[in-house]
């Protein structure tokens, strides 16, 4: 079955350093997603993309954050200046269009720990 | 807003036993509800969904109904199994806004043998 990649696996950062999470969705998909766990509490929304441009954004999602899709096949996400609580497990997800796009696709997470 | 409870875990179960896990909702309207699992190392998953009250979802002998009466989405099984060993989380998503999902803190379960 296709699946979301993400890279890397684990990310270890020093407190206000920039960092680029990456991400190859599945690429016929259409529909592309950031989400993050701070340990112990829920799965939140980031931000949604589409056609090339941010569809929803939560509150979490301030200046710091930036998405972008610069080949076609990646998906990133910038965080321009870490804080401690930036700490957490970040999640692309991907969907198809139409009916399909209920069903989310998610990659396996990048462990982002800011010191 | 939206938003999704869970139970708390961690839900440690032997084998074979019957499995609940516990999922309510508080929505505007008639949201699409999910269930997602994660298996360690890998990525979440969906497990099932339902979309409609009175429906339900179903896939790997794991059942949930959709309650609108009581906002709730209670994930089952019969008899689970080692391999059932995962992170399950139940989600919504609204009838307005695009495509984001809303997710409950996840429950973690442990099967033993």
């Known amino acids: 079955e296709p699946e979301v990649t993400q890279t890397p696996s684990h990310q270890v950062t020093q407190m206000g350093q920039e960092v680029i999470l990456r991400c190859v969705p599945i690429?016929?998909?259409?529909?592309f997603y950031w989400y993050r766990q701070i340990l112990g509490q829920k799965v939140e929304f980031l931000v949604s993309?589409?056609?090339?441009?941010?569809?929803?954004k939560s509150e979490i999602f301030d200046d710091q954050f930036s998405v972008e899709r610069p080949d076609g096949s990646n998906f990133t996400l910038k965080i321009r200046s870490t804080k401690l609580e930036d700490s957490a497990m970040y999640f692309c997800?991907?969907?198809?269009?139409?009916?399909?796009?209920?069903?989310?696709?998610f990659g396996s997470g990048t462990q982002l720990s800011v010191l | 807003g939206n938003s999704v409870t869970q139970m708390e875990g961690p839900v440690t179960l032997s084998e074979e036993a019957f499995l609940t896990i516990n999922c309510t909702y508080t929505?505007?309207?008639?949201?699409?509800l999910f269930w997602y699992v994660q298996y360690p190392g890998e990525g979440l998953q969906l497990l099932l969904k339902?979309?409609?009250?009175?429906d339900k979802g179903s896939n790997k002998g794991f059942e949930a109904t959709y309650r609108k009466e009581t906002t709730s989405f209670h994930l089952e099984k019969g008899s689970v199994q080692v391999s059932d060993s995962a992170v399950y989380f139940c989600?919504?998503?609204?009838?307005?806004?695009?495509?984001?999902?809303?997710f409950g803190q996840g429950t973690r379960l442990t099967i033993n043998p």
């Open positions: 339902a979309t409609k009250a009175d």
């Open positions: 929505a505007t309207g008639y949201p699409s």
């Open positions: 997800a991907s969907s198809a269009f139409g009916q399909e796009s209920e069903k989310l696709f």
């Open positions: 989600a919504l998503r609204g009838i307005q806004g695009a495509q984001k999902l809303v």
């Open positions: 690429s016929n998909h259409l529909y």
């Open positions: 993309f589409y056609n090339n441009e941010i569809s929803e």
